[in-house]
């Protein structure tokens, strides 16, 4: 059974920074393509970030671009995500998601809370 | 980016209703389309993609079809669990973008 498990929820001021990490078992994780999806309270989701089986290349959306970064370490089966500057507008539940393919959310985490207020 | 539409916003079914969702693209993405179910306070779910194909586990009452632009998930004789809201997504090109989602709920 696939498990991925994020940690570093938080309460962060404007302008702060956090990482969120994910922790994957019961899937061979140098196999996938791994990504970050948020969902501000009561809407939709947004795709945030991905990165490709072998770390290689990097995809953002426009509006994290410049103040996050993703990464992984297939050794620890964990994936991660960087944020800083972060807004009101960051405010959100994290998932991260792994696919076979890149771009396809195959299984998802529970999701971590992020958020950011003064 | 690729924009995506879905019809309706949300709609009102009864049990063993056959019940179909609609999701709009604002360029060709081939069959690079992914049906998602989120029930409210759970993580979204793979339910088709690749336009038809059926994620594992997911019963066969839920099926997908379309291509290039225009695409569509139905849901035959549906469930009490199936009451939930539902996002279309292109997988075609980053950023991979999610429909405005169609909640379905209880007539």
């Known amino acids: 059974e696939v498990q991925l498990v994020e940690s570093g929820e938080g309460l962060v001021q404007p302008g702060g920074s956090l990482r969120l990490s994910c922790a994957a078992s019961g899937v061979t994780f140098r196999d996938y393509a791994l990504h970050w999806v948020r969902q501000a309270p009561g809407k939709g989701l947004e795709f945030v970030s991905a990165?490709?089986?072998?770390?290689?290349?990097?995809y953002y959306a426009d509006s994290v671009k410049g103040r996050v970064t993703i990464s992984r370490d297939n050794s620890k089966s964990t994936l991660y995500l960087q944020m800083g500057s972060l807004r009101v507008e960051d405010s959100a539940v994290y998932y991260c998601?792994?696919?076979?393919?890149?771009?396809?959310?195959?299984?998802w985490g529970q999701g971590t809370l992020v958020t950011v207020s003064s | 980016d690729i924009q995506m539409t879905q019809s309706p916003s949300s709609l009102s079914a009864s049990v063993g209703d056959r019940v179909t969702v609609t999701c709009r693209t604002s360029?060709?993405?081939?069959?690079?389309l992914n049906w998602y179910q989120q029930i409210p306070g759970k993580a979204p779910k793979l339910l088709i993609y690749?336009?038809?194909n059926l994620q594992s586990g997911v019963p066969s009452r839920f099926s997908g079809s379309g291509s290039e632009t225009d695409f569509t998930l139905t849901i035959s004789d549906l469930q009490p669990e199936d009451f939930a809201t539902y996002y279309c997504q292109q997988s075609y090109d980053s950023p991979f973008t999610f429909g405005p989602g169609t909640k379905v709920d209880i007539k």
């Open positions: 690749a336009a038809s």
């Open positions: 360029q060709t993405i081939m069959t690079y």
């Open positions: 990165i490709t089986s072998n770390g290689d290349t990097t």
């Open positions: 998601a792994v696919g076979q393919w890149l771009g396809r959310f195959d299984h």
